[in-house]
């Protein structure tokens, strides 16, 4: 059970702004002779898309909280719930952007508060010892009391119309409680998970999570339906799940047309999601397209020495492959799997279409793989979850895929048509943490610090201006240009206080 807190109710809160605004109105209504604009009129349901996000810096690799019921309260009283079963997101993957859950029928209505009864809870961070050995830390909590969770409303939601997202944020910075740094801590850990949830309105072209789209829906084909041209996708990270149809536009990546899907295959793809609740998806990439004796894992690279790197799957689960073990819960790990890349494939995330125009010759290979990148590899050896001390496993396929780093801007200038930012990532960051490592054969210069290249592509979601000072959060595609870390940046946000 996490710590005691003594709290005003949220429910209460705002309820009282809520009576206090619908006083003011009346009053100016009143006053200027019943003229004003009028409330919508609020009848039958709407469809609602519940999205899950997070707002977070580095110092965690998972952060994951079980949603027994997520559930709605009007301002008369009527509560809705918004989950028809429990689910278990890991929020650290989704840091600044987001993911579809579920959509719900949802009377229409003003909704004042909202309250979460969770399940279990549990965050995983990776660091050095003092002797250089990776070190994984898995915190597991157990059942969470419901007084633990808290659920902030900024403002009255509205819940009107034929279809609307809402916008669940992880505030993980604020949710966790660790020592630094937080793989070598002992006990002293709590969790009280801290949400916000907010409306967003669906745009019939979205182009970012602010306004429907969701990208880097990383999962495995479950089912293919050729009649609808449409998938099911079994989500890698937590069991999420989606179902997505496909059209004309939709662009394929690694296969050409949806006739060549099958199932099994691991797919990364972005959705844009249609009015009624359902996902359209905009790009299907397939980094290997061989299902036989097939497993794929998604994480940061923590270790590389030219022939085979060490990674680590930031699942719920946590499974730790290679060298015989699988460690459970509050686990300090002495050795992470090896997989060798020797003949590996490597690829870059065709989520971004202007890497070829970087000022910068922006590769991904054997010889300029870095700690810190984050990548999913495929493997076909059938005993990759069995493989004895010192066996490795042979990567097939090795993709590197976008990522999002939080950090404090140094300087602001100019590169051709990009705008550039010399961020300056903080000392638990997973770049400088490994970089310092004996065996690294891939050296950085100045492993704190990545050059952001953003153009007019570049989705900005940050509310202030980025400046000199700034701490903000960069999502995109992070290279090792001959020691220097250079990131294509796809989306900016506002940053986590270090």
């Known amino acids: ?12 809160v705002s309820r009282c702004l809520w009576i206090s605004v619908i006083a003011l109105a009346t009053a100016f209504v009143t006053g200027c002779g019943g003229g004003g604009t009028s409330q919508p009129k609020l009848s039958g349901n709407t469809n609602v898309k519940i999205l899950t996000t997070s707002t977070a810096n580095d110092k965690l690799t998972l952060f994951a909280v079980g949603l027994n019921t997520l559930t709605l309260t009007s301002q008369s009283g009527q509560t809705v719930s918004l989950l028809a079963k429990p689910i278990g997101p890991d929020f650290i993957h989704v840091n600044g952007r987001m993911e ?22 549990g965050f995983t961070c990776v660091g050095l010892a003092s002797d250089g050995t990776i070190l994984t830390r898995d915190a597991d909590f157990g059942s969470l009391p419901t007084g633990d969770v808290t659920v902030t409303l900024p403002a009255p939601i509205t819940i009107t119309g034929t279809s609307m997202a809402l ?16 793989a070598q801590g002992t006990s002293d850990v709590s969790i009280m998970p801290a949400f916000v949830l907010t409306p967003i309105t669906l745009s019939a072209q979205p182009t970012n999570n602010g306004n429907g789209k969701a990208t880097q829906l990383q999962g495995m084909i479950a ?68 299902t036989t004796d097939l497993s794929v894992d998604v994480g940061p690279v923590l270790n590389t020495n030219g022939t085979h790197w060490q990674g680590v799957i930031p699942t719920t689960h946590l499974l730790e492959i290679g060298w015989g073990v699988s460690q459970g819960y509050v686990s300090y790990v002495s050795h992470e799997p090896y997989w060798n890349y020797g003949n590996a494939v490597f690829q870059i995330s ?28 495929t493997t076909h050896d059938s005993a ?51 970089a310092v490592q ?49 990131m294509d940046c796809a989306q900016i946000n506002d940053g986590v206080p270090e």
């Open 223 to 290: 089912s293919i339906d050729v009649g609808n041209a449409s998938f099911s996708l079994s989500g890698i990270y937590d069991g999420s799940s989606w179902q997505a149809i496909t059209s004309g536009s939709t662009l394929y990546q690694g296969v050409t047309v949806f006739s060549q899907l099958a199932v099994g295959m691991p797919v990364d793809m972005d959705v844009a999601i249609q009015p009624d609740g359902s996902l359209l998806a905009t790009r299907v990439a397939v980094y290997d397209t061989d």
């Open 350 to 377: 065709g989520q971004l279409t202007n890497v070829q125009s970087l000022p910068f010759p922006a590769s991904f290979s054997t010889s300029n793989v870095v700690a810190g990148q984050y990548v999913t590899a």
């Open 100 to 121: 579809p859950q579920v959509t719900v029928s949802v009377p229409q209505g003003i909704y004042t508060s909202a309250t979460i009864s969770p399940g279990g809870a």
């Open 1 to 12: 059970m996490g710590p005691l807190t003594y709290r005003v109710s949220p429910r209460l």
């Open 438 to 486: 004996a065996d690294q054969t891939t050296l950085l210069t100045s492993p704190n610090t990545v050059v952001i290249y953003a153009d007019n592509n570049t989705q900005q979601l940050n509310t202030n201006p980025v400046a000199v000072g700034s701490v903000v959060r960069f999502y995109g595609l992070v290279f090792n240009d001959n020691g220097t870390l250079r």
């Open 167 to 182: 916008l669940l944020d992880s505030l993980v910075s604020q949710s966790a409680t660790f020592p630094s740094p937080c």
């Open 384 to 434: 990759h979850l069995l493989v004895t001390v010192n066996g490795y496993s042979s990567a097939t396929t090795i993709t590197l895929l976008p990522q999002t780093i939080n950090g404090t801007v140094s300087a602001v200038s100019s590169e051709g048509s990009f705008t550039t930012y010399t961020v300056t990532l903080a000392s638990y960051d997973l770049f400088p943490t490994f």
